[in-house]
């Protein structure tokens, strides 16, 4: 980023900006494409916490593909994970 951009990567900023990612819910689903560059910002799960939440990554999916309109012919990957949200 730096020598093609110009511009210095703050790694700390996507989960303060967020919220962080101190969940202490339950019953949440986080789907995040593969080929998503949000994805390197989803929480981070303590498992010690055994809530019900679970981060399901989609291989080689776009962003939000999972929540557009089905295609003609879906990929198997995105179809399972709307099997998921159900």
């Not at 995040?32 to 809530?51: M, N, Q, T």
């Not at 399901?56 to 099997?83: S, T, W, Y």
Request: include cysteine.
């Amino acid at each position: 980023c730096e020598s093609r951009y110009g511009v210095t990567p703050r790694p700390e900023w996507l989960p303060l900006s967020l919220g962080a990612s101190d969940l202490r819910v339950g019953q949440l689903l986080f789907t995040d494409g593969e080929k998503d560059p949000w994805h390197v910002g989803a929480p981070r799960l303590d498992p010690s916490l055994k809530l019900d939440i679970v981060h399901h990554m989609i291989p080689g999916a776009a962003h939000h593909e999972d929540l557009r309109f089905d295609p003609p012919n879906p990929r198997p990957a995105v179809v399972a994970a709307k099997k998921l949200a159900r």
